[in-house]
């Protein structure tokens, strides 16, 4: 028994080998196979026959210049990284998490299911890429990769998690959650959970959570309000502490609105190169000066603050560019 147990062992550990060599390059001969892994290549033909039981596409052909190679197949199978190919993925998975490329929370959660598994040496090594590395400053706020990753973990395996929260007036405190949904939208990133204190839904800024751990206790799906978690994000966080409010009519299309405005608000599609934008400001001339920026023309629908401050700065503009004499 012990003897069997023992070529059992051997067996998978060189079937490991013989996939990893595959993934390696293109083409294999049998007799580079053989030799790479110390058996004939009678071995090697029975063992790529185990790996096609097992789900993985080797093609072979026969002849002289014929070989094995691992082949496209129907579904993604397993991949043997090393240690350096590991922190490359890790560390490339997370500077895809923090810009806006579409494939964001596809790559939390990919980052989270290899951090799961690399060897405590390899997460120092690939913390340590982090913390040598910079960034120019932005506007951005700090956004810590090992909560997200930590947080996308938590979600995919619907257990609960606790973490500490600074509110926006500067107040902590601790909260105890299930966690649904990460949103991003421009720089910042948000979860959509429900929080077992509160017996209610409430969204919460990534960049101010802190020490988050997930408890290991499972919890079942819940519906969202509407059916949209990003919706309801995007609804919820758009209209949050605005004083005043305002509709506009931009002159653009919707997807190219999006892709200018860096913090959540509602577009709504009017036609292909129309859409209308729902905004909020603490400062209607903060307001007026940012929509500046988006380069394209708009119509203050519903505002009056946000119209007069448009017709303040076309003033202020009228005398910097001389054409009036100051009033």
């Known amino acids: 028994m012990a003897g069997m147990l023992e070529n059992m062992l051997e067996t998978s550990a060189r079937l490991l080998e013989l996939l990893s060599l595959l993934q390696?390059?293109?083409?294999?001969t049998g007799s580079d196979l053989a030799d790479r892994l110390g058996v004939?290549?009678?071995?090697?033909?029975?063992?790529?026959?185990?790996?096609?039981?097992?789900?993985?596409?080797?093609?072979?052909?026969?002849?002289?210049?014929?070989?094995?190679?691992?082949?496209a197949g129907?579904?993604?199978?397993?991949?043997?990284?090393?240690?350096?190919?590991?922190?490359?993925?890790?560390?490339?998975?997370g500077a895809v998490a923090t810009r806006r490329l579409g494939v964001e929370e596809t790559s939390l959660t990919a980052l989270a299911k290899l951090e799961q598994v690399l060897p405590?040496?390899?997460?120092r090594r690939v913390e340590a890429v982090?913390?040598?590395?910079?960034?120019?400053?932005?506007?951005?706020?700090?956004?810590?990769?090992?909560?997200?990753?930590?947080?996308?973990?938590?979600?995919?395996g619907r257990e609960r998690l606790r973490f500490g929260y600074t509110k926006s007036g500067g107040g902590e405190?601790?909260?105890?959650?299930?966690?649904?949904?990460?949103?991003?939208?421009?720089?910042?990133?948000?979860?959509?959970?429900w929080d077992l204190d509160r017996d209610d839904w409430r969204i919460f800024r990534v960049d101010r959570m802190a020490a988050q751990r997930a408890t290991g206790v499972r919890f079942g799906p819940r519906t969202v309000p509407g059916?949209?978690?990003?919706?309801?994000?995007?609804?919820?966080?758009?209209?949050?502490?605005?004083?005043?409010?305002?509709?506009?009519?931009?002159?653009?299309?919707?997807?190219?609105?999006?892709?200018?405005i860096p913090v959540p608000v509602a577009i709504e599609v009017v036609d292909a190169s129309t859409c209308r934008v729902e905004i909020g400001s603490?400062?209607?001339?903060?307001?007026?000066?940012?929509m500046a920026q988006l380069d394209v023309d708009v119509e203050v629908v519903d505002g009056d603050e946000l119209a007069a401050a448009f017709e303040r700065l076309a003033r202020r503009f009228r005398r910097a560019a001389g054409g009036v004499s100051a009033i």
Do not use: F, N, Q
Not at 173 to 193: D, Q
């Open 282 to 290: 603490e400062d209607p001339e903060r307001l007026a000066l940012w």
């Open 227 to 260: 059916g949209d978690a990003v919706g309801y994000v995007v609804g919820r966080v758009s209209k949050a502490g605005w004083r005043y409010r305002a509709r506009v009519l931009v002159h653009a299309p919707a997807a190219e609105v999006a892709a200018k």
């Open 74 to 93: 129907t579904a993604m199978p397993p991949l043997l990284l090393d240690d350096d190919e590991a922190v490359a993925v890790a560390v490339g998975l």
């Open 40 to 71: 004939s290549t009678r071995t090697v033909r029975a063992d790529v026959g185990r790996l096609r039981s097992l789900g993985y596409p080797v093609d072979a052909r026969p002849g002289v210049a014929g070989g094995y190679r691992l082949a």
């Open 130 to 156: 982090r913390e040598a590395t910079s960034v120019v400053p932005g506007a951005d706020p700090p956004l810590d990769l090992s909560v997200l990753g930590a947080v996308a973990a938590a979600i995919r």
């Open 24 to 28: 390696l390059k293109r083409d294999w």
């Open 173 to 193: 405190g601790s909260r105890h959650t299930e966690p649904h949904r990460l949103v991003g939208w421009g720089p910042l990133w948000y979860l959509l959970a």
């Open 120 to 123: 405590s040496r390899l997460r």
